[in-house]
């Protein structure tokens, strides 16, 4: 720091006009810049900011004895609790980068235990250029468990004790199927024999990024009348049904009428808010709905329905019948199941990957740990990787690139599942800080991936349909249940909120059949048109959620919610399959690919 004198002093206040009264003022602000460890510029600039706050304070000996006690000795608490509080954090990754030694140290006496007398034991050696680091050391360098150390992303970084002292670790909480007696293992075969890819293909997939907030209210609006149409000849032939009427023409007579359900005001939707909009062929008109003499319904805004019912003024249907959509066919395929053919183990796991209280990655290195003991054939990973609603990045704690921080939690899950050969697929979030914020969503890019890796792993976008030996599994990472849970009424129905909602998504075709989406949702209507859809009904649907985990079967589809990972300071849950493809031919009722399923608590 440069020496501060009266002279250098008298020249910055001179910068800013401020005047005082003699030398002595001069020789007190000398003294304060020495005791703080400012240079002149930060002392003026100190001053001019205070006596602003003050409404022109006069520069004396004894204002400067009131600033010394308001905002210096202030200061100089904080740097120095700053300073303790460093000392202490490089401290503590400091032990704890010797704890991670010491294990590592055990683990390999533990291995030379269990070798041939001839090896001998292998201590660790220092490296030096005569001595080189072995491959095997050099390989643990880059275990996961050092790759997300504490220290390589925050310096205040520490475990989180809550989820270190989790209980019912392994406890499965929700059972599907046929699991008695049930071997939670992958195929014989890791890895190689799996046949994995989109069900649409590689050129009809959302493959790469592109540009958004382009749209315009028009396109918005076609697309939302193709999907009228589109719904509506699917109701017209499953309940012959002759035409649809215009929704405000007044009748005497019973009419059906076709439209999407929207809500009357900004509000939440309710039985008395109910409106039906057409599309342009039936006048493209909106109509309020009268319920009380419909015994059941569910209703949501966005969902495409058929309504039976009395319209005499134009002005409002009183509806007497629901037709409710249609879901899709399920996949066939052409190949034939070998008899001796083993079910196929998969694994599904949705983040955040780090409680909420720390940045460590302590829950997906528990998870990488299950996947070496259980050896699932595939890993279906769903973020968010890099969670944009933890409370240290929304603060801005750390000292990292966020893309950094992706890709060194990447190269853990497959540097550290290599052995077991599994097939990786990351499906991405919205949550997802370091990736683009819009829905339907690119896959990650991973441009530094081996060749060797590049095999193992699939990147996908959120929503997508993924065909797994003869097996379709919907993807998709957006919390749809939590938005439609919101949204949705109903009235006698008799079944319970999850099960209405995943039906409604079955019958309305898409991934999110929602409108208008909630404001964290940013859609781009012509990509959701040719992205966001379901091709078909998918024999696995895996929608995660904030919600209470489940396994249920909807009209023939199993639907898993598996939780996420971490649950707010402790440890959540994830969930796992056992999937065969089905040999029952076509004449005989259809059977379920999916074997059993479990969620289990990491």
């Known amino acids: 720091m440069a020496l501060v004198t009266g002279e250098s002093l008298k020249s910055e206040l001179e910068t800013f006009d401020v005047f005082y009264q003699d030398d002595s003022v001069l020789d007190k602000m000398v003294e304060q810049c020495i005791c703080n460890r400012m240079n002149a ?107 997300l150390s504490p220290a390589s992303f925050s310096p205040s970084a520490t475990p989180s004790q809550k989820y270190s002292q989790r209980g019912a670790k392994g406890e499965v909480v929700v059972s599907f199927g046929v699991v008695q007696g049930t071997r939670w293992a992958g195929r014989k075969t890791q890895g190689d024999g799996v046949q994995l890819e989109l069900l ?18 028009r396109d918005v609006r076609n697309v939302l009348t193709e999907k009228i149409e589109e719904l509506g000849d699917g109701l017209r032939s499953h309940f012959n049904i002759e035409e649809f009427a215009p929704v405000s023409l007044p ?54 329905v058929a309504l039976e019912g009395m319209n005499t003024t134009g002005r409002k249907l009183m509806a007497s019948k629901l037709y409710e959509g249609v879901p899709l066919p399920f996949y066939s395929s052409e190949v034939k199941m070998e008899m001796d053919e083993e079910p196929m183990n998969v694994l599904v796991a949705c983040g955040p990957y780090t409680p909420s209280d720390s940045l460590t990655f302590d829950p997906l290195l528990d998870l990488i740990n299950v996947i070496v003991k259980d050896r699932p054939d595939v890993c279906l ?33 497959v540097d550290g599942t290599k052995s077991v050969g599994c097939r990786l697929v990351f499906v991405p979030s919205q949550r997802d800080i370091q990736h683009h914020f819009i829905y339907p969503q690119p896959p990650f890019t991973l441009p530094k991936l081996s060749k060797d890796q590049a095999q193992r792993v699939t990147l996908v976008p959120d929503p997508c349909t993924l065909l797994i030996d003869g097996v379709t599994v919907g993807l998709t990472s957006t919390d749809i249940l939590f938005h439609m849970g919101a949204e949705e009424i109903s009235c006698g129905t008799g079944s319970d909120r999850f099960s209405r909602i995943l039906k409604h998504m079955l019958t309305q075709r898409s991934y999110y059949p929602l409108y208008p989406p909630v404001e964290e949702v940013n859609m781009d209507y012509e990509k959701f048109q040719s992205f966001g859809q379901m091709p078909l009904t998918p024999d696995v649907l895996i929608i995660p959620s904030e919600l209470r985990y489940f396994v249920k079967d909807v009209v023939g589809c199993v639907c898993v919610n598996p939780g996420r990972l971490t649950k707010g300071q402790v440890g959540g849950t994830y969930g796992r399959l056992l999937i065969q493809r089905s040999a029952a031919p076509e004449d005989e009722r259809r059977v379920s690919p999916c074997l059993a399923a479990q969620v289990v608590k990491i």
């Open 200 to 217: 649409e293909g590689t050129e009809d997939s959302l493959r790469c990024s592109y540009k958004y907030m382009f749209q315009r209210l």
């Open 41 to 147: 510029s930060e002392m003026v600039l100190e001053w001019v900011a205070y006596s602003t706050t003050k409404n022109g304070l006069k520069l004396t000996e004894d204002t400067l004895e009131q600033f010394d006690h308001e905002v210096l000795n202030k200061k100089n608490k904080s740097k120095k609790s700053f300073r303790k509080e460093e000392t202490h954090n490089r401290t503590r990754d400091i032990l704890q980068l010797q704890d991670l030694i010491k294990v590592e140290e055990e683990e390999e006496d533990l291995l030379d235990a269990y070798s041939t007398p001839a090896k001998g034991s292998q201590k660790r050696a220092l490296t030096t250029p005569e001595h080189p680091q072995s491959k095997r050391n050099a390989a643990r360098l880059s275990s996961p468990s050092l790759l």
């Open 251 to 304: 009748a005497q007579d019973s009419i059906t009428v076709l439209g999407q359900v929207c809500c009357d005001s900004n509000g939440k939707l309710n039985a008395h808010s109910v409106l039906l909009e057409a599309g342009p062929e039936q006048g493209g008109q909106q109509v309020p709905v009268d319920l009380s003499e419909l015994k059941e319904y569910s209703l949501f805004p966005g969902q495409v």
């Open 381 to 413: 990973l769903l973020g968010p990787f890099v969670d944009s609603k933890h409370e240290q990045i929304e603060k801005a704690q750390v000292t990292e690139m966020f893309e950094a921080i992706f890709s060194r939690c990447i190269d853990s899950i």
